[in-house]
């Protein structure tokens, strides 16, 4: 975009209301993270005035069609969302010649894979075919505003020279006001919200976990609240909770208002995604703003000056590598908890700021 383009669409976002397009997979509601992403916030910016209108590209199409005017295309990337091999040469083509000369906002929710120590050999290889896919798109399309949601993904594109910025990734749960539980009494619920990853430290957490029962002479109740998929990392909580004689329930398939009042009556959560990548939960997003303080796991994939926790959440995070985390978390539940984050609004807030 030339400088003067620029200047005239900060001016436009200032003195009127915009027509935005947003350019994503096609999929149903409910079944994909990214998908529900688009919806929520696009309709906190339609309250707020603005024009919505969509582009769905559908998984490994050849024949695309022509994108709608609009003042500014929102393209909602990930390598496995348009393409099952995770090459989506055809659509990012395609996008590229139809962006051109376009204000263009690109948000990364997923990145290319082998992007991490200890990736195998073949990740790698897939990862280097994706980047230069990625890049060979953005030298062509030349995004005004690159965005990510965690501080691996921006890591590693700010070390190939894309300035990219942070935003936002919020939770699917609204407040439900419904509930009266209070996570007070001799037993600390933990919620487990979405289906565990297989590759955590478990054994370490059965230790964090035991400490913190006796330190607080308080039993511990694990929830796994909202559906799960049959894998390894469930199979290894229970066996965790099975050694150490934790409660464990889980609910199954819940509505929002009710997972809401479930996460309303924990202590607090965990979040098995690992910590430089907990901004691209969604599950851990909502856990953060129901209020709950969330124990997390440092892989030490990213390096710690890279590393952060939104604004409103800093004090939220404590990691099962520090020591000291067991009483600072302990004394944190006794504190009352805080108000529910609206995090639809917020990001939708920091997007237009991020364009003016």
Known sequence: MELSQHQDFKHLIYTLLLKICFITHEQLSGKCGIFDYVKLVAKQ????????????????????????????????????????????KTVLNFLAKELCNKNVHLNFHEIWVGAYPRATWKERGIGWLQKNLILGFINKCKPEWITSSNAAALDRLKQLGIPARFLYLFGNIPFSANSKATPKGQTHKVAFFGTPYADFPYDKLGDFFSTLSSTSGKKL???????????????????????????????????????????????????????????????????FEHGLPVLAYDDGDTPQESLFIPDPFKDQIFLINDHSSVEKLLQYIEKPRKSFFDGVAHTANKMLELVS
């Open 45 to 88: 910016l339609e309250i707020l005035g603005h024009e919505i209108v969509y582009h769905f590209i559908k998984k490994d199409c050849k024949e695309l069609s022509d994108l709608p005017k609009a003042d500014l295309y929102s393209t909602q990337f990930a390598p496995y969302a348009y393409a099952n091999n995770g090459m989506p």
């Open 221 to 287: 109740e694990i929830i796994l609240i909202g559906r799960q998929r049959e894998d390894a990392g469930s199979d290894h909580l229970y066996s965790l909770c099975k050694k150490n004689k934790f409660l464990i329930e889980r609910t199954g398939e819940l509505s929002t208002n009710l997972i809401s009042e479930q996460l309303q009556k924990c202590s607090f959560g965990v979040s098995t995604t690992p910590y430089d990548v907990i901004g691209k939960s969604g599950a851990t997003a909502a856990m």
